[in-house]
């Protein structure tokens, strides 16, 4: 998956997306995936998450981090989260990722949990002060 914004992009509440500059060091990406599922699937996950983050890491994610609510919330639901610099470096872990064999065991690994373990999708945010 490739992202074909620079580390510049910004929205505008009147212009929608829009390329602007930001003051140096603003740009922070987080990616978060949303997992739902039995306790025993979602402490599965904690464990994958704890060996997954040092993967994630030595691909240019930083602060690997999996969070549950303490309040509110669903507490069949968790929330895995890494971070990036930039577009770009969030575009090239995605590359690196899906070409590594820890992709390949883990969607497998996903799979078989089934329906026990559901993956509720990935989203990229950014910060926006």
């Given amino acids: 998956m490739r992202i074909g914004l620079d580390k510049n992009f910004t929205m505008t509440p009147d212009k929608g997306c829009a390329v602007q500059p930001l003051r140096r060091n603003t740009m922070l990406i987080t990616q978060t995936t949303t997992w739902e599922g039995t306790p025993t699937a979602i402490e599965a996950v904690v464990a994958g998450s704890r060996e997954a983050a040092p993967i994630h890491e030595g691909l240019g994610a930083t602060n690997p981090r999996l969070m549950r609510s303490v309040s509110g919330g669903d507490v069949?639901?968790?929330?895995?989260?890494?971070?990036?610099?930039?577009?770009?470096?969030?575009?090239k872990f995605s590359d690196a990722i899906?070409?590594?064999?820890?992709?390949?065991?883990?969607?497998?690994?996903?799979?078989?949990?089934?329906?026990?373990?559901?993956?509720?999708?990935?989203?990229?945010?950014y910060n926006a002060i």
């Fill in 98 to 125: 899906v070409d590594s064999e820890w992709w390949t065991g883990m969607m497998q690994a996903v799979a078989a949990a089934y329906p026990d373990l559901r993956n509720g999708g990935t989203r990229l945010t």
């Fill in 76 to 91: 069949h639901q968790v929330e895995y989260m890494i971070d990036f610099d930039s577009f770009e470096a969030q575009g």
